[in-house]
């Protein structure tokens, strides 16, 4: 009884919050909030089935979270798509390890089905739990309590309605649930909280029963298993010899800077690619090799073979390799600083800076395994967990203003700037910052930006007042950064003055 109460009350709370913060409201503060109401939820429904909440879920949970706090900062409508969809996929992780954190539908291959198998099994338990409450209510023992409230609900309407005549606020309350009936959202927003609430009720399910998660298939054995040490040894020895080949040919290219080199034939954007491309090829294969050869995808492996001189020598390589990988994450980063020294900031070269950065860090996740029988599964999970957390640093930093920064003050130096991509192709987090460093620019590149920012912002934009959940901090500071520069948004001197909770919408037609 107090799990299957848990579970309704927790589901209806998570489904009337998000009804009435989500439906139809832009991605800010409800989203956050509703990310921390539905991660207790879950986090609750799986302490009442084991007496706390599962340390299994916790990771995920708290990314999720993480993820969330960007909502209400950034203005960045990629950064909401990012944030909405890994906040889904770490709650349906989060579901699927509470009551068992050894499951398979985490690691590879089948991890790439984690959506539809979490949306299948959510749907699967609601309609049992649904079935089990009904029964529950048509019993001989709660039937009488239904049948009592059930008559009770229309005596008690007509007695509300006749003291609403005389009470004000009685009076009020009617006609504001009146109101809401009446509205043209109703029936939509009836059938977004049914939805929300299936999927609440779902997911706390699963956490609260054990075997609610069905088993991951059998998967044939890859070929790589039948290898044996000495024969893993060699392939990963070729390959680590390959790359070491490839870096000794290549020492003054990946290290140097050809582009700067007058008649080299060589573009910065070509040195940048390349080097990027380098990067990829490299990383993939040795993760792939390390991971794979070394006992493979699925889960742990053991050591290399009973031989201790195989086993050591195995290690010694896959640390080779994985140094050869670093020297070109090393270069590549730098292929990428002068790439930006040269032609300025844009959020993909930091994007590739970032990936780089979480790279390195997955390398020494590597390198520390290998001291013992490497854990892939383990390693694959604490890389995804870095992804997660790369993007919810960016989503809460507003990097879009300090790459505006850093062009500026390169503008000042160079008398360089591309104006267009500063306004149109970065979000409204950059605009406080384009309107205080457009005063520190030449009067000629000032003007163009100030001419961008009226073409984006007083031509095909309009400020909407909104909700106070949909409160958001990019969004606010920009309507205030152009309304202090004296450029009217959407044309309006009276309307662009920012007061409250407002957002920036594109005209519509």
């Not at 999720?64 to 950034?74: F, H, I, K, S």
């Amino acid at each position: 009884m107090t799990a299957l109460f848990t579970l309704w009350v927790s589901g209806l709370a998570i489904a009337g919050f998000g009804a009435w913060v989500l439906f139809d409201a832009s991605l800010g503060l409800n989203w956050a909030l509703w990310m921390l109401l539905a991660a207790a939820g879950l986090a609750l429904c799986g302490g009442v089935a084991e007496r706390r909440p599962p340390a299994a879920s916790w990771a995920p949970l708290g990314l999720a979270c993480a993820l969330a706090a960007g909502a209400p900062l950034t203005a960045d409508k990629v950064f909401d798509v990012l944030i909405v969809m890994g906040g889904l996929l770490l709650l349906s992780a989060a579901m699927l390890v509470a009551r068992n954190p050894a499951t398979g539908w985490l690691d590879v291959p089948f991890v790439m089905g984690l959506p539809a198998v979490a949306a299948v099994v959510t749907l699967t338990e609601a309609a049992r739990r649904g079935l089990e409450l009904l029964g529950m209510l048509t019993s001989s023992r709660w039937r009488p309590a239904v049948r009592g409230g059930a008559a009770a609900v229309p005596v008690v309407t007509v007695l509300a309605l006749l003291l609403a005549g005389a009470d004000p606020i009685m009076a009020a309350a009617r006609d504001t649930l009146i109101e809401f009936i009446q509205r043209i959202d109703f029936i939509p927003r009836l059938i977004f909280f049914l939805a929300l609430l299936t999927g609440a009720v779902g997911a706390g399910g699963v956490s609260l029963r054990a075997g609610a998660v069905p088993p991951t298939p059998s998967a044939a054995e890859p070929a790589a298993r039948g290898l044996g040490g000495q024969e893993r040894l060699i392939v990963l020895a070729s390959v680590t010899a390959l790359f070491g080949l490839f870096l000794a040919l290549q020492l003054s290219y990946l290290f140097g800077d050809p582009a700067a080199a007058v008649g080299s034939g060589v573009t910065y954007a070509e040195y940048a690619r390349r080097g990027f491309a380098e990067l990829s090829t490299a990383a993939t294969l040795s993760v792939l090799l390390v991971l794979g050869l070394g006992g493979g995808l699925g889960g742990a492996c053991g050591r290399w073979s009973a031989s201790g001189r195989l086993d050591g020598a195995g290690r010694a390589v896959s640390l080779l390799l994985l140094g050869e990988t670093g020297l070109l994450l090393a270069s590549a980063f730098r292929r990428i600083w002068l790439y930006e020294a040269a032609y300025g900031f844009t959020t993909a070269r930091l994007y590739a800076q970032v990936y780089m950065a979480v790279l390195a860090i997955v390398l020494a996740l590597i390198a520390f395994e290998l001291r013992g029988p490497v854990a892939a599964r383990r390693v694959l999970r604490r890389a995804a967990g870095l992804g997660f957390a790369a993007v919810a640093t960016l989503g809460c930093w507003n990097h879009e203003a300090w790459i505006a920064r850093e062009n500026f003050e390169r503008a000042v130096e160079s008398g360089r700037l591309d104006a267009r991509y500063l306004v149109w192709d970065l979000s409204p987090n950059a605009v406080p910052a384009l309107v205080e460093g457009a005063g520190r620019l030449p009067s000629a590149l000032a003007d163009e930006v100030r001419m961008r920012l009226e073409d984006r912002y007083v031509k095909v934009m309009w400020l909407r007042q909104c909700h106070w959940y949909e409160w958001n901090l990019g969004q606010i500071n920009a309507a205030r950064a152009l309304d202090g520069a004296g450029i009217p948004v959407g044309g309006t001197r009276d309307a662009a003055a920012p007061q409250g909770c407002v957002r920036l919408e594109f005209l519509r037609g």
